[in-house]
């Protein structure tokens, strides 16, 4: 028997609804030489019966089950049971574009030294779900960080890339780790700890997945997803950023100081990362201070070299409108501010 030229590991857990179209996209890919790892995270339901019969059909399909319950145990029991190089990742409630699986495992091909690929995709909810404005907006930014150092600088504003749109090496596994349990993201602390350590992750201009929200999505109901768990993930790795790029040398300064940008700053002194202003547009709060930090009038902001700025403002439309005002003053993303959002 052929090596897979990919394993697509599609951990589940009550999907009937949506298995078949899930399972019916991979079937209909372009490149046919691979093999579906479907992991069963602890269904009631009649998923796995579904797959089971599957099975019989189609030896490309290979079935396990989990003794733990959990995301991050059924990922990993794919990842250990895949025998391709290549690993798919795919949720059970997606589909994907029939080019997907041949244009990704063509990029790595071809670019030995990038270790993940993602791409653009479609957002899409199931019939009778609500419509999530959020989500939709999230796939809008996602979708226009395509280059490879924005997708390494954007990392500490949101995870720019879709976790079921990638494709990646096994070996960064065995060197670098797998998915952890803990209370964060487990997708999103695997991309920051790969990047700090120098995988290179790209994404391709195409729209490869459908991916679908819904109520149910373990983003809108676990607390792991949670802005707080976010925040507590990156963090950690933003005052590593910070070490390698000297930043830490220079005045560290955040900009706003409303209540969610007041509980970013304790998460970042938390970890060690010094704050030594906090700049500010509601005249209510200027002039004072924050755990001993004084709160500055953006009226007065003049950057200066020894000084760094950290964005904590994380509305779309206010994200907007500070860029906006620093890119006027000739400020460069990553040189003299990034967001933290």
Known sequence: ????????????RNASKTIFRCIDSIQSQTLEN????????????????KIRNLINDDSRVKYYSTSKPGIVSALNLGVERANSDLL???????????LRLEKQVDFLRRHPKVGVIAAKVCYKINKGEPFGKGFEEYVKWSNSVLEEHKISLYRF?????VHPSVVFRKMLFKTYGGYRNGPFPEDY???????????????????????????KRASRIETRYSKPCFQLAKAKYLKAWLDEHKHHQKKLICWGAGKVAKAQIRILIKNNILVKGI?????????????GIPILD???FNLQITEFILVLTGSRNAKDKIKHFLEVKNLVYGKHYIFFV
């Open 1 to 12: 028997m052929n090596r897979p030229a990919v394993s697509i590991i599609l951990p589940y």
């Open 298 to 300: 953006v009226k007065d």
């Open 279 to 291: 700049y500010e547009v509601d005249p209510r709060k200027i002039g004072k201070h924050f755990l």
């Open 189 to 215: 602390e695997l991309w920051l700890r790969w990047q700090s350590r120098g995988v290179r992750i790209c994404k391709l201009k195409d729209v490869l997945l459908d991916w679908y929200d819904g109520k």
């Open 88 to 98: 798919a990742r795919m949720d059970s409630d997606d589909a994907m574009h029939p």
């Open 157 to 161: 504003e949101e995870s720019p890339i």
């Open 34 to 49: 691979w093999e579906l790892i479907a992991i069963n995270d602890q269904s009631t339901d009649t998923t796995e019966k």
